[in-house]
């Protein structure tokens, strides 16, 4: 069974510019999560999946932030005209469904904005 | 407001020493989960343990163990006879409902050789 991943591990941009991040959960988890981490802190809720339903956006989501999980497998977090406030790691997870099980965390994308 | 309170924010211990983690969380609801995950220097959050509002009982699991006390909304954790793989930062959390996780800071925790 492999694990949650994510693509690309590092990402440095300029600001201004836009980057996409992806996903792939644990097969058959269809709830899917991302959060955001920055240095010497929790992990940050910012949104999740129930399938390829969005169910809920935390305030932290600004709208240069969008994210997608067209056939309910993998997602694609944006962000467009990045910030130098938006460098952190970002984070995915996933469960297998209803019921709060524990959430499976992939290695996360370090993004870096110069 | 923070949900999830970890005071300490680092602990360094000599190799073989019990190591007890401190965790304060915060919430209204009477149905909830509580989580350790631990991040080790290669940056993935791996899981641990988690426990339900419903079972206050402490148990052991390895050199692992917690203490879950709903009196005093704590959730401490224990690591015994410690390792140097054990370095890395311990996160508590929490889940209100079927979703999310609210997450303490986090505590750097050093086993030195």
């Known amino acids: 069974d492999t694990g949650v991943s994510q693509n690309p591990r590092h990402k440095i941009t300029k600001r201004g510019q836009n980057v996409t991040f992806r996903c792939d959960p644990i097969?058959?988890?269809?709830?899917l999560y991302w959060y955001r981490q920055t240095l010497g802190q929790g992990p940050e809720f910012l949104t999740y999946?129930?399938?390829?339903?969005?169910?809920?956006k935390s305030r932290l989501l600004s709208d240069r932030f969008s994210a997608e999980r067209p056939k309910g497998s993998f997602s694609t977090l944006e962000i467009q005209r990045t910030e130098q406030g938006d460098s952190a790691m970002y984070l995915c997870?996933?469960?297998?469904?209803?019921?709060?099980?524990?959430?499976?965390f992939g290695p996360g994308t370090r993004l870096t904005v110069t | 407001a923070q949900k999830v309170t970890q005071a300490q924010t680092e602990i360094s211990v000599v190799e073989k020493e019990d190591v007890t983690l401190d965790c304060v969380y915060e919430?209204?609801?009477?149905?909830?989960?509580l989580f350790w995950y631990k991040q080790p220097p290669s940056g993935e959050l791996v899981f641990l343990i988690r426990?339900?509002?419903?079972?206050?009982q402490n148990e052991i699991s390895g050199r692992y163990s917690w203490n879950f006390q709903k009196s005093t909304s704590s959730f401490n954790f224990t690591i015994t006879a410690s390792q140097v793989v054990d370095s890395a930062v311990y996160f508590c959390?929490?889940?209100?409902?079927?979703?999310?996780?609210?997450f303490g800071a986090g505590t750097t925790v050093t086993v030195r050789a």
């Open positions: 997870a996933s469960t297998p469904g209803t019921g709060t099980y524990e959430q499976y």
């Open positions: 097969s058959e988890h269809n709830r």
């Open positions: 999946f129930q399938n390829e339903a969005q169910l809920e």
């Open positions: 919430t209204r609801d009477t149905t909830y989960y």
């Open positions: 426990r339900n509002s419903f079972d206050e």
């Open positions: 959390a929490l889940s209100e409902n079927d979703y999310k996780l609210s």
